[in-house]
């Protein structure tokens, strides 16, 4: 009987911890500031040169305004801190204020500025 009991517990034990572990992290908020649709427009004009999303499960991608054909081949996944977004490819550099994203490229010398969408 006792083995049979010993069997049980250490079924129902993973079990248990697992579906424990689960629940605490369900209710955690995932930190992504950079979350949504942000567009960059021609220096400071009305004129749309590019839009960058960023989603709610990681992944970022770019399209541009002149009707080049829109795909997921620059769709990347990213992983992201308070200075950086870490991209599969490469890393870049951000700060946001209010509803204005800095992204400053790989290299350090081009910083492209994005205005959140609507």
């Known amino acids: 009987m006792s083995v ?3 069997r049980i517990f250490c079924f129902l ?3 248990l911890v697992f579906t424990s572990c ?3 992290t369900q209710g955690m ?4 500031p950079v979350y949504g649709v ?4 021609y220096q400071e004009t009305d004129s749309l ?3 960058r999303v960023f989603t709610s499960d990681f992944y970022s ?4 305004a002149e009707g080049k054909v829109q795909n997921e081949m620059n769709k ?7 200075t950086q977004i870490m991209l599969d490819q490469y890393t870049q550099t951000y700060r946001m204020k209010s509803d204005t994203l800095w992204i400053t490229n790989r290299k350090g010398d081009q910083t492209t500025k994005y205005i959140r969408a609507d």
């Not at 908020?29 to 992504?32: G, H, I």
């Not at 991608?61 to 541009?64: A, I, L, N, S, V």
């Open 4 to 6: 049979i009991l010993k």
């Open 13 to 15: 034990l993973p079990v």
């Open 22 to 24: 689960n629940e605490d």
């Open 29 to 32: 908020e995932v930190l992504n």
């Open 38 to 41: 942000w567009n960059n427009y």
């Open 49 to 51: 040169v590019m839009t």
């Open 61 to 64: 991608y770019f399209t541009y």
């Open 76 to 82: 990347q996944h990213y992983v992201i801190d308070e």
